[in-house]
C-alpha cells in the first residue's frame, strides 16, 4: 500500500515538473515572439509639403523600414490649417505619434506639458562627434533648450530674404544694395507707380509673414522678441530697436510710396504676383518662391537675384525657421523613435527631397551646401550663401522659451505691422500694445 502510494506521489510530482518545464518553455517562448515582433510607430511630418515631397518622404520612411526591421513606421503629413489643432489635440490626450515634425516652436511648447521627451543624448552624441561645428548656425539646436534639456533636434531651415529684378537693377545702372540706406534708395529709384511699377512688394495684411519680415528687420537693429535669459524684450529692453525696425519696414509704404496700394492685404499670395507679373524690382521672399520660379516661370530665372543679407544698423542677419523633429514622452518606443529621430536629422540625409521639389527646402548643415542637388538648384547656391549662412530663429539671442509658440502662432506681432500700415498707430503704440499683450504670457 505504501509502495503503490509513493509511487503515485512520484508520478504526481513528475507531472507537475513536466507541465511547469512547458508552461516556462511557453513563457519564454512567448517572450522571444514578442521580441523579435515589429514596432508599430507613426511619425506625424509637416515640412516638407507637397506631393513630390510627400513621395519622396514616403520613399525614405519604407527604406528605413527596410533596414530596420524591428519596426514598421507610418508616414502621415500634417499640414496647413490643421497642424495646430491636430497637434495640440493630441498633446492634450495624451495621444501624440511616436515621433513627430511639427512647426518651430512646438517642441518647447510641449515640453511645458510634459507631452515629449528629451533628446539630451542626441546632442551630446553631437558635441562628441564634433557635428555642431557643421550646422549653419549654433543656435538652430540651442533654441531647443529650455528648463535645462534639449527638447527638438533641427532637421530643416525655412528661410525668409529678399529678391531683386536683375534687369531692372542693371537698366538704372544699380547695384545690388548691401545695407539699409542703399536698399531705401534703390526702392525708391525703383520705384515707377506711373507705370505701375513698384520698388516692393511686401506682405502688411494681419498674416503670420508680415511678422516674419518685421524679425528679419527687427534682428538687424539689434532687436528680438526676448532677450538672453528668456525673458520678454519686445517692448522693454529690445523696444527701441524694434521700433527702428518697425518705422523702416512700414515707411516703404506710409512715407515713400514705394509699395503697391493693397499691401495692407497682402499674404504671400499677393505680393508672390505683382513680383511675378515684372511689378516690382524687389520682393521680400519666402524660399518657397524658388520652386514658384522653378516650375511656373522658368523663363524669369536669369532675371531674379538673391540679395546678400542687408547690414542693418546693428547686425546682418536675417529670420528664419530652425524646423524640429522630436519624441513623445508617452510612446513605449522611445529608443527607436530616437534612433530614427537621428537619422532623418543627418547630413545628406533630405537630398531625396532637396532632389523632389528644389528650393522648397532648406540644409542646416554646411556640408550639404556642396550636394550636387543643391549645386544646380536655379539660385540654390545664392540662397545658401546669401540667406542661410545668415539665418537665426525668432528666439535669438537666447535659447527657446514655450511662450514663443502663442507669439508666433497667435500672429502677435504682424499686428504691429498692420496697424502701422493702416494708420491705426504710430511705431510707438503698435510695439507698446503688442509688448502688453505678450506679457500675459508670461504671467500665466
Known amino acids: 500500500m505504501k509502495k503503490a502510494l509513493v509511487i503515485c506521489l512520484v508520478a504526481l510530482l513528475s507531472a507537475i515538473l513536466v507541465a511547469q518545464v512547458f508552461a516556462s518553455g511557453g513563457k519564454e517562448a512567448e517572450k522571444k515572439q514578442a521580441s523579435t ?33 524591428d519596426v514598421n513606421i507610418k508616414y ?19 495621444s501624440m505619434p511616436d515621433m513627430a515634425d511639427g512647426y518651430a516652436f512646438h517642441p518647447l511648447q510641449f515640453a511645458a506639458m510634459g507631452t515629449v ?17 557643421d550646422i549653419t548656425h549654433a543656435q538652430a539646436y540651442k533654441k531647443f533648450f529650455w528648463n535645462g534639456h534639449y527638447w527638438g533636434i533641427p532637421w530643416m531651415v525655412d528661410v525668409r530674404g529678399i529678391l531683386y529684378r536683375k534687369d531692372m537693377l542693371a537698366e538704372a545702372g544699380i547695384k545690388p544694395p ?13 520705384n515707377k507707380p506711373d507705370k505701375g511699377i513698384y520698388g516692393l512688394s511686401m506682405p502688411a495684411g494681419y498674416f503670420h509673414i508680415a511678422q516674419h519680415f518685421y524679425m528679419m528687420f527687427m534682428l538687424q537693429a539689434g532687436g528680438s522678441l526676448i ?57 521680400l521672399a519666402r524660399g518657397s518662391l524658388i520652386p514658384r520660379l522653378i516650375n511656373e516661370f522658368p523663363q524669369l530665372l536669369d532675371k531674379i537675384g538673391v540679395l546678400e543679407t542687408l547690414q542693418g544698423p546693428k547686425a546682418k542677419l536675417t529670420a528664419g525657421f530652425y524646423n524640429a523633429m522630436f519624441v513623445a514622452k508617452n510612446t513605449p518606443n522611445i529608443p527607436e ?63 527657446g522659451v514655450p511662450q514663443l509658440g502663442a507669439i508666433d502662432g497667435e ?34
Open 117 to 133: 521627451t528629451d533628446v539630451d543624448d542626441i546632442v551630446a552624441d553631437w558635441e562628441k562627434e564634433g557635428r555642431v561645428k
Open 76 to 94: 502621415e503629413l500634417v499640414t496647413g490649417s490643421a497642424v495646430y489643432p491636430k497637434f495640440l489635440t493630441a498633446a492634450q490626450s495624451g
Open 337 to 399: 523613435a530616437k534612433k530614427f529621430v537621428r537619422y532623418m536629422s543627418d547630413p545628406g540625409r533630405l537630398e531625396p527631397v532637396y532632389r523632389a521639389r528644389p528650393g522648397q527646402t532648406w540644409p542646416i548643415w554646411k556640408s550639404d551646401f556642396n550636394l550636387d542637388v543643391l549645386k544646380n538648384v536655379p539660385l540654390g547656391q545664392e540662397i545658401l550663401q546669401k540667406i542661410v549662412a545668415h539665418t537665426v530663429d525668432f528666439t535669438y539671442p537666447a535659447t
Open 227 to 283: 532677450d538672453e535669459k528668456g525673458e520678454l524684450a519686445f517692448g522693454s529692453s529690445a523696444r527701441a530697436a524694434n521700433i527702428q525696425a518697425l518705422t523702416y519696414l512700414t515707411h516703404f509704404t506710409t512715407q515713400l510710396k514705394a509699395t503697391p496700394p493693397g499691401v495692407a492685404s497682402y499674404d504671400s499670395p499677393e505680393m508672390e504676383t505683382v513680383f511675378l507679373q515684372g511689378k516690382a524690382a524687389f520682393i
Open 37 to 69: 515582433a515589429k514596432k508599430n510607430m507613426l511619425f506625424w511630418a509637416s515640412h516638407p509639403t507637397g506631393p513630390e515631397n510627400q513621395a519622396a518622404m514616403q520613399k525614405m520612411v519604407e527604406k528605413y523600414n527596410q533596414d530596420n526591421p
Open 411 to 444: 500672429k502677435m506681432f504682424a499686428k504691429p505691422v498692420n496697424d502701422v500700415i493702416t494708420g491705426n498707430r504710430t511705431p510707438e503704440q503698435a510695439v507698446d500694445d503688442a509688448h502688453k499683450e505678450m506679457m500675459k504670457l508670461w504671467k500665466k
Open 178 to 190: 548691401t545695407n539699409w540706406d542703399e536698399f531705401e534708395k534703390a526702392v525708391v529709384a525703383l
